[in-house]
């Protein structure tokens, strides 16, 4: 039997380690807490990619450390995917986009009891160094 390869919107998020060790966490109106980060363009280069996703919806600058996660569903009728990268930031202000409607620095404990199951699992892989 062969399988259709997955066709999928691709998304990426920052599990992004503010100076504290806290993780940043933004609130979806629609979809509740989640890491900054977003679609990638066509053409775009994945890294580029992420780095603006995050300037754009926080005004913070990321050193992206390693992709630590992945995972594939399908919502709303449509197919994603979803690359998790450990990132840390200098910076604690956050200059919230009108994408969301609020942020807030959590301890990962804190952060994995409000995250959706993938973006927790990939929370964990980037307080332990990653899946692979």
Excluded at 72 to 95: L, M, P, Q
Aim: proline share 5%; aromatic share 6%.
């Amino acid at each position: 039997m062969t399988e259709r390869p997955l066709r999928a919107t691709v998304h990426q998020k920052a599990a992004l380690f503010g100076p504290g060790r806290d993780v940043l966490l933004l609130r979806d109106p629609d979809d509740g807490w989640e890491f900054p980060g977003g679609r990638l363009g066509v053409g775009e280069r994945p890294l580029d990619g992420l780095r603006r996703e995050v300037r754009e919806e926080t005004g913070l600058a990321v050193e992206v450390d390693r992709p630590v996660h992945t995972a594939a569903w399908r919502s709303s009728g449509t197919n994603r995917f979803v690359v998790v990268y450990r990132c840390t930031t200098d910076g604690a202000r956050v200059e919230l986009s009108e994408e969301h409607v609020e942020h807030r620095w959590a301890t990962p404990a804190e952060a994995s009891a409000v995250l959706s199951e993938r973006l927790a699992t990939g929370l964990e892989y980037a307080l332990d160094g990653g899946e692979s």
